[in-house]
């Protein structure tokens, strides 16, 4: 059985910082990459921070420079972190945490709402 559990979203000023957490619990998430995805209001949910499982990490050209993807695992469970910088207003978006490639099953998500 697997469970994301996304937290750590707010309302904050443009040029504001963030740092969202994701518990991300079973063995699947453990052996495999990880990814922050968004989804901002009408549009597509898109991958912007991906870590590999030896750390290696990739950003979306629009959050590159500002955002920072780390992880910590322990046995079976993962934490995976999304400091978030110099936020902007469209950055503005419901933040999930998921397997690299996704996985069906997603968590609730976190809401982050960036105002300028």
């Known amino acids: 059985q697997v469970q994301l559990v996304e937290s750590g979203g707010g309302l904050v000023q443009a040029g504001g910082s963030l740092r969202l957490s994701c518990v991300a619990s079973?063995?699947?998430?453990?052996?495999?990459?990880m990814g922050w995805y968004r989804q901002a209001p009408g549009k597509q949910r898109e991958l912007v921070a991906h870590?590999?499982?030896?750390?290696?990490?990739?950003?979306a050209d629009s959050v590159k420079g500002r955002f920072a993807i780390s992880r910590l695992r322990v046995n079976n469970d993962n934490t995976v972190y999304l400091q978030m910088n110099s936020l902007k207003p469209e950055d503005t978006a419901v933040y999930y945490c998921n397997r690299v490639p996704n996985l069906d099953d997603w968590g609730q998500g976190t809401q982050v709402t960036v105002s300028s």
């Open positions: 870590i590999t499982t030896g750390g290696g990490t990739n950003y």
């Open positions: 079973g063995r699947i998430f453990s052996i495999n990459d």
